[in-house]
């Protein structure tokens, strides 16, 4: 059972665009993460969001996390071939800190 | 700054076969994951552990097994290795704050023929 779907899968841009990555689910999350993956890479940490219509800013990425905690996007303006990657959320349900990964989204940046 | 050290990094193993995938991290977390990652289908948890001795069955554990001695090490055990254990595997560590996000290995690449 796939808890967070991503979408979209895959996404390929020009350098300049800006581009919206979602993250849904019908489960409701203590906490929700953002990691990029590089290819042969594991992933990394972008952020973490707790509360309920959290908005944080990284730059040029914005994250936010929906107010029912079901919920988050991510947002980059003026995208740059370095954003390329695998953008993966995951949702934390329980008292171990244990992830629910999402799908993925594969997003290309041409220059 | 080591962070999380996987080995071997590639593999390839025949059908029947058994490996253990090695895990350390040097971060004193207490929390310790192992998860594999197949195309298209995000990670799934196989196994976890909490703190030395400590261990429990993620989401698909069937054909492994782990072990947690110490802090910094969790190594992960294929027993008679099938096909299906074909994917990219990704030892992890964290604190137990979920505040805390999860410092990854980079991988190992294991091929069953």
Known sequence: TQLLEQSPQFLSIQEGENLTVYC???????????????????????????????????????????????????????????????????????????????????????? | NAGVTQTPKFRI?????????????????????????DPGMGLKLIYYSVGAGITDKGEVPNGYNVSRSTTEDFPLRLELAAPSQTSVYFCASSYWDRNYGYTFGSGTRLTVV
């Not at chain 1, 590089?38 to 992933?43: A, F, L």
């Not at chain 1, 952020?47 to 996007?73: I, N, P």
């Not at chain 1, 349900?93 to 989204?105: M, P, Q, S, V, Y």
């Not at chain 2, 193993?13 to 990652?37: A, E, F, P, V």
Request: glycine share 10%; net charge positive; with cysteine.
């Open chain 1, 24 to 111: 849904n689910s019908s489960s409701v999350f203590s906490s929700l993460q953002w990691y990029r993956q590089e290819p042969g890479e594991g992933p990394v940490l972008l952020v973490t969001v707790v509360t309920g219509g959290e908005v944080k800013k990284l730059k040029r990425l914005t994250f936010q996390f929906g107010d029912a905690r079901k919920d988050s996007s991510l947002h980059i303006t003026a995208a740059q071939p370095g954003d390329t990657g695998l953008y993966l959320c995951a949702g934390n349900r329980g008292a171990t800190n244990k992830l629910i990964f999402g799908t993925g989204t594969l997003l290309a940046v041409q220059p």
């Open chain 2, 13 to 37: 193993l025949k059908i029947g076969q058994s490996m253990t995938l090695q895990c350390t991290q040097d971060m004193n977390h207490n929390y310790m994951y192992w998860y594999r990652q």
